[in-house]
């Protein structure tokens, strides 16, 4: 199933048993999400660790963003990348993009000294996958890390010169998303004092905060950076909670949009929203909890299917264009809310079933190089 593995990290601590993927090894890993490989660089130079796993090519070369933060270990990051990468060929695919899905991971160092450098070095490694996964920005990078990558590498997206940072308008397909659910789970029209819990306030919490503050919604904010919370407080009137709080505040809508895996074994008990809707990528920690969720009559709208806004941003040159796609999205998670409720299957599995045969009329890319021709 692996193309390539350039890197000595061949088998999964056996002692991690924090997840059941902790546990596999790397091609028992890559066997059960489909991936096609997995590549590893380290530059003692620039203090780079990254990991970039290829997931699906067979629509288009693999697009994903670059994720930089620190991880408790090692094969924690493997997962995270695998998994992303897989949402990425979900997202993809669902709205019908001619693009596969890949992620990049970079492991954080206590201390990155000269970002420049850093970026770069990440520029070159990207060359070596001739044009196999092009990469944009996600937690923990900005536009400007894509210009540092730009300077090296033509496998980049979200740079200054072009289309720039895509929070905007992942934040506004998530709009659309709770109008969306709002529509059909309450029967309102708007958002007029609709009360909504967002965790994570960062680059799309708070861009939605916003939109969602001029559609007169009631908002509450947790974010681990007080600051950012005190900044939604200020602007657009909302309540600050606590991390640990979010999870049980009493509203319409609870909107995950910081890291994945916030909907688990021990949050989903906790919910007290008819809704669930949000940016995070890969919020459900297994989909046995999304048929929980479904069971207590909780609407979750799939991740891929609300924030592919950013995607849109990214490949539709046309900003009108690109807006149109954008308010798509409505129509779409009336399609699945309908769909789960008709066939009485939980809205994520509807939506992976969607995408999944969209994925096997697909014909393989494998290595084609003509990805490197289109794209540069
Ligand atoms: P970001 O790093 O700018 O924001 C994330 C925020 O979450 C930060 O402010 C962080 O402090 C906060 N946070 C982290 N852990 C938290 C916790 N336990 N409780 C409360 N807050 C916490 O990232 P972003 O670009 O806004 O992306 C947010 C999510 O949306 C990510 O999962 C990302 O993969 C996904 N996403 C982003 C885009 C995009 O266009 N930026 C597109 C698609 C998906």
Do not use: W
């Not at 993927?21 to 660089?41: N, W």
């Not at 969602?212 to 939604?232: P, T, W």
């Amino acid at each position: 199933m692996f193309n390539a593995i350039s890197h000595n990290v061949l088998q999964l601590p056996v002692s991690e048993k924090k997840t059941r993927y902790q546990s596999s090894s790397i091609f028992e890993l890559a066997s059960t999400f489909g991936l096609e490989d997995l590549h590893f660089k380290q530059d003692l130079a620039t203090g780079l660790q990254a990991i970039v796993a290829i997931h699906n090519t067979s629509r288009g070369p693999a697009l994903g963003g670059t994720r930089c933060m620190s991880y408790a270990t090692e094969s924690a990051a493997i997962v995270d990348v695998i998994r992303l990468a897989q949402g990425m060929s979900y997202k993809s695919a669902f709205a019908h993009m001619p693009y596969g899905g890949g992620k990049a991971v970079l492991i954080r160092p206590h201390q990155i000294l000269n970002r420049d450098a850093y970026f770069e070095s990440f520029g070159k490694f990207l060359n070596t996958l001739n044009g196999r996964f092009i990469t944009a920005v996600d937690v923990g990078t900005g536009v400007d890390d894509m210009d540092r990558i730009a300077h090296c590498s033509p496998f980049v997206k979200c740079t200054s010169n072009h289309r720039g940072d895509p929070s905007g308008d992942t934040a506004k397909g998530v709009l659309n998303g709770i109008k969306a659910a709002i529509k059909v789970c309450l029967q309102h029209d708007d958002l007029h004092d609709v009360r909504i819990a967002i965790q994570g306030v960062g680059k799309v919490g708070t861009f939605l905060a916003e939109l969602l503050h001029q559609e007169g919604a009631k908002l509450i904010v947790s974010d681990i950076n007080h600051k950012s919370a005190e900044y939604c407080a200020q602007l657009f009137g909302a309540e600050i909670v606590s991390p640990e709080q979010i999870y049980s505040v009493h509203c319409d809508v609870f909107s995950p949009c910081a890291l994945g895996g916030s909907l688990n074994a021990n949050t989903m008990h906790l919910i007290n929203a008819r809704i669930i809707c949000g940016s995070a990528n890969n919020q459900l920690a297994s989909i046995s909890v999304g048929d929980s969720l479904h069971q207590k009559q909780i609407f979750l709208v799939p991740d891929y299917v609300v924030n592919v806004g950013g995607l849109i941003h990214i490949v539709i040159e046309s900003n009108a264009e690109a807006q149109t796609k954008v308010s798509e999205i409505y129509d779409a998670v009336i399609d699945i809310y309908r769909r789960s409720q008709k066939n009485n299957i939980p809205s994520q599995r509807i939506a992976n079933q969607m995408v999944e045969q969209i994925l096997s009329q697909a014909k393989p890319h494998g290595n084609n190089p003509c990805y490197v021709r289109g794209l540069t």
